[in-house]
């Protein structure tokens, strides 16, 4: 019981109403904070906490100087109009153009809904724009995965995420019928190279470990949150690696022909890379990375314009590889 106040003697639901209007009136407050002002200890006010959450309201926590505050996602009592520009509105349809890798899942009808509320409410004469402007970008989505089949455990995970519910996940590869279970705080979604990841916290293993989406079988929400930690970045955890794989960083250089020379010196591969103009054209790409088996299929992608000049280890996997492919290459196929 907290000092200085005594206990108030009144419902639950008197309680979460003066705790919902304390948090409406605040950009933040702490729990300490409510349970000075309600006189109660800090064990009521976590129970009242998930109550409103569990009541719909977007109850969410951040960090700020140090102290846990707890607010809503928008002060959904007094939220002005929004007036969007011809051209916002062109980025917003790009965006959404971007989000049929993700089609049949909660996050591909949220932006529908979304521009449904938009076209809702604009003139006929905006409304036909819209529909111009619908088609002024065309996603090329080669090799994307379809996520139709997990789309209720996306749904779970976005819920979590937004309210700082931990997970227990049911995780395999999905050709095999065993699967193991992480109790998971999920922290972040990665999109990378046509492909949906979890990040977060696997108690199980004690440590931040990445899932594949596809590979999430099954997905239970607990009741229990999570704090995120302050320090936690997500790009943190992928600034030594070459994509998504996290390995001990090595010394890399390739050399790349003067025919696509171009389109790798117009690009970032890696925050730590280094490009080297050669007399006859050709440029030298250094970084340091891990992820050997990323990059040995980024390399092979550009054929013979490539060449692995460190280090020497990975210049003769690559060279192995190549003998196996002349194998295959270099005699007649048989007929099918």
């Known amino acids: 019981m907290q000092k200085g106040k005594p206990a108030k003697k009144y419902s639950q639901a008197g309680r979460l109403h003066d705790i919902i209007r304390l948090i409406e009136a605040r950009h933040g407050i702490t729990i300490e904070e409510l349970a000075e002002e309600g006189g109660v ?20 926590s951040d960090w700020v100087n140090g102290s846990k505050t707890y607010r809503f996602l928008t002060r959904f009592k007094d939220v002005p109009p929004i007036n ?5 509105l062109m980025t917003l349809s790009f965006l959404r153009s971007q989000l ?14 979304i521009f449904h509320k ?17 088609r002024v970008s065309l996603p090329l ?16 995970i976005r819920d979590a995420l937004l309210y700082q519910y931990r997970l227990i996940i049911t995780y395999g590869p999905p050709t095999k019928k065993s699967a193991e279970e992480y109790q998971v705080d999920p922290y972040t979604l ?29 997905v239970q929400v607990t009741k229990e949150r999570f704090e995120m930690p302050e320090e936690f970045r997500p790009e943190d955890q992928f600034k030594s690696a070459f994509g998504m794989v996290e390995e001990a960083p090595m010394a890399v250089s390739i050399r ?53 000049l460190e280090p020497a280890g990975l210049r003769e996997e690559l060279k192995a590889i190549a003998m196996e492919m002349t194998g295959i290459y270099g005699c007649i196929p048989s007929s099918p």
Request: proline fraction near 3%; avoid cysteine; aromatic fraction near 10%.
């Open 41 to 60: 200890n800090r064990r009521t006010i976590h129970r009242d906490l998930n109550a409103i959450q569990e009541a719909g309201y977007p109850l969410v």
């Open 84 to 88: 969007f520009t011809l051209q916002e």
């Open 100 to 113: 049929d890798i993700l089609k049949g899942t909660s996050f591909h009808d949220d932006m529908e809904a």
């Open 118 to 134: 938009v076209n809702s409410v604009l003139p006929p004469r905006y409304a036909a724009h819209m529909d111009r402007i619908a």
């Open 141 to 156: 989505l080669q090799g994307g995965r379809d996520y139709s089949g997990v789309a209720e455990q996306l749904k779970a």
């Open 190 to 218: 990665i999109y990378n190279k046509g492909g949906l990841y979890l990040l977060g916290y696997a108690h199980n293993r004690r440590a931040i470990r990445t899932f594949a989406a596809e590979r999430i079988k099954k």
């Open 256 to 308: 790349f022909s003067p025919t696509i020379a171009h389109t790798i010196n117009d690009r970032v591969w890696h925050p730590t890379q280094t490009i080297r103009q050669e007399q006859d054209g050709s440029i030298v790409l250094s970084f340091t990375a891990g992820g050997k088996m990323e990059m040995i299929a980024w390399i092979l992608s550009y054929g013979r314009h490539a060449e692995v």
